[in-house]
């Protein structure tokens, strides 16, 4: 008994690879999107029990659209799940959950369909009429843009 005491003993914890994880998503929380006070969508996030993953679902309200990917999003190790919104639009297209590295860029179809680059540093889009939230920053919260 008095060895569970003895601190010369070590624990440790398992480690596993979120790349050959068979990842077994549950419903983890949701960031909801308010604009003038009304949710106008949300990001739904899932996470793996065995490996703590994270994946997200875009829900954009009024928009019935079958999804671009069946099944749970894939990120890679050196993204991270964020939502950018685009000051200039005025309708539900305002925002988009999109993958974010830490000094790259995104391609962002702005007004009148213009594709346009945004600049991405430490993770958050650098633009004067762009910006980003990380969603893990706000999960089970309401962000209001």
């Not at 006070?37 to 659209?65: A, P």
Request: charged residues 30%.
């Amino acid at each position: 008994m008095q060895e569970l005491n003895n601190a010369s003993h070590s624990f440790t914890t398992l480690s596993i690879d979120t790349e050959s994880c068979k990842h077994q998503p549950v419903y983890f929380g949701v960031v909801n999107i308010n604009l003038d006070e009304k949710t106008i969508g949300s990001v739904d996030v899932w996470r793996c029990v065995k490996c703590k993953k994270k994946f997200c679902e875009e829900k954009q309200l009024g928009i019935e659209e079958i999804a671009e990917t069946v099944g749970m999003p894939k990120i890679d190790p050196d993204e991270k799940w964020a939502v950018s919104i685009c000051k200039l639009q005025q309708s539900r297209y305002k925002w988009k959950l999109v993958k974010l590295k830490e000094n790259d860029e995104i391609i962002h179809e702005c007004l009148d369909e213009n594709v346009i680059k945004l600049k991405v540093k430490d993770f958050k889009v650098e633009d004067d009429n762009h910006w980003s939230f990380l969603v893990n920053d706000h999960v089970n919260k309401a962000v209001k843009i």
